[in-house]
């Protein structure tokens, strides 16, 4: 008896724990965004004054840290090369765009684009992939051309943010800001 009685109260603590959990914790979920993403003028050739091509890939992933890895990890110019499986396997949950001189308006993807229903609720790591031949000259430098984005509500007030891709790496505005815990 007394042996049923201590699992009786084992899981009562683990109810009051998990109650609390739910209602004491950060509530924190996947949320959808408006994103828009362009290019900087800094890509463009100080001689011409023109742009050359610019591909991003948005790509977002789930929690697995072993997925998580291999897209923080992942060699650029491999993925860009033209045949990357791991490029071609996430087609499904990519969204990939393209710029060019005279072609560099930003694109806004917006709450009711079809991307979303690939991404949300379970797809809460945006990583951002560019390439470009502005950004080859510092190729060996792979985290400016990579940024990885939080799509959480615990890093937003908002429902909107702003990619600009530059010379100089990939910038988000406003920066994703971890919500401090009451």
Same mark, same amino acid.
């Given at each position: 008896m007394a042996q049923a009685s201590g699992v009786v109260k084992g899981w009562g603590i683990v109810a009051v724990a998990a109650l609390c959990l739910g209602a004491c914790g950060p509530n924190v979920k996947m949320k959808k965004f408006n994103i828009g993403v362009g290019p900087?003028?800094?890509l463009k050739d100080a001689?011409? @004054?023109r742009m050359g !091509?610019?591909?991003?890939d948005l790509v977002a992933v789930g929690n697995n840290q072993d997925d998580l890895t !291999?897209? #923080?990890t992942k060699n650029l110019n491999d993925y860009f090369s033209g045949n990357d499986p791991l490029r071609t396997g996430a087609a499904a949950y990519t969204k990939s765009l393209t710029f060019a001189d005279g072609n560099e308006? #930003?694109?806004t993807i917006n709450l @009711?684009?079809?991307i979303w229903k690939q991404w949300y609720p379970n797809r809460s790591n945006l990583?951002?992939?560019a390439n470009s031949r502005a950004l080859s000259a510092e190729s060996q430098k792979q985290e400016i051309r990579r940024r990885e984005i939080p799509l959480t509500n615990d890093y937003w007030k908002g429902n909107s943010f702003q990619i600009t891709i530059k010379n100089s790496g990939i910038e988000v505005d406003p920066p994703p800001t971890k919500a401090e815990s009451k």
């Open positions: 900087d003028a800094s001689g011409t @004054n !091509k610019l591909e991003v !291999k897209w #923080r308006a #930003r694109i @009711n684009d079809e990583f951002v992939l």
